[in-house]
């Protein structure tokens, strides 16, 4: 079955950092490009950053101001997200989901992974 | 950045009835907009892509419309499993955004 695992969130402090990655399984992941969406407990969907698949071209969320950086592995098939300067806004579920061929739509997302930013 | 607006926010509706939800862009996206279904406690998952396509196993009941700035999502007959939130978002310009969200529950 195709799918994505996201781990390592948990509980930070404000202006901790935290490392966010999603496993991809039985498909191609070098081809496709990847993305992380947030949602806050009761709110929308946010975009927060995209990669294509070589690693070559990455996107951001204007709010991110430079604090988070998106980068994969393609020999072990995993997409990260590092956090820095996190903010208690910053909560949310962290949601790792696969470009759909060339767009920029999502056609695989992963059950996403809780970052709490709380002292 | 391209704001996208859902409205309304929430449609109480009973099974069988006919849907249509609205993602209203603040400049033109062409047709370069899809539409997601969100249930509780799951991920989002694609319906519609390039505002009239549908994804990979969506139920023909399930068709979207438009282009420019006015977009639509149609349910023709809402069965029980409908009950989600609905996302709409566009791909012509980075930043991506995902509108609001429209909420359609049971009556």
């Known amino acids: 079955e195709v799918q994505l695992l996201e781990s390592g969130g948990g509980l930070v402090q404000p202006g901790g950092s935290l490392r966010v990655s999603c496993a991809a399984s039985?498909?191609?992941?070098?081809?496709?490009?990847m993305s992380w969406v947030r949602q806050a407990a009761g709110k929308g969907l946010e975009w927060v950053s995209a990669?294509?698949?070589?690693?070559?071209?990455?996107y951001y969320a204007d709010s991110l101001k430079g604090r988070f950086t998106i980068s994969r592995d393609n020999s072990k098939n995993t997409l990260y997200l590092q956090m820095n300067s996190l903010r208690a806004e910053d909560t949310a579920v962290y949601y790792c989901?696969?470009?759909?061929?060339?767009?920029?739509?999502?056609?695989?997302w992963g059950r996403g992974t809780l970052v709490t930013v709380s002292s | 950045e391209i704001v996208l607006t859902q409205s309304p926010a929430t449609l109480s509706l009973s099974p069988g009835e006919r849907v249509t939800l609205s993602c209203r862009a603040s400049?033109?996206?062409?047709?370069?907009l899809a539409w997601y279904q969100q249930k509780p406690g799951q991920a989002p998952r694609l319906l519609i892509y390039?505002?009239?396509n549908r994804a990979t196993g969506i139920p023909a009941r399930f068709s979207g419309s438009g282009s420019g700035t006015d977009f639509t999502l149609t349910i023709s007959s809402l069965e029980p499993e409908d009950f989600a939130i609905y996302h709409c978002?566009?791909?012509?310009?980075?930043?991506?955004?995902f509108g609001g969200g429209t909420k359609v529950q049971i009556k």
């Open positions: 978002q566009q791909r012509i310009n980075w930043p991506l955004t």
């Open positions: 989901a696969k470009g759909s061929g060339g767009y920029w739509y999502f056609d695989l």
């Open positions: 390039d505002a009239s």
């Open positions: 990669i294509n698949g070589p690693g070559t071209s990455t």
């Open positions: 400049q033109n996206v062409n047709t370069y």
């Open positions: 039985t498909f191609t992941f070098s081809t496709y490009a």
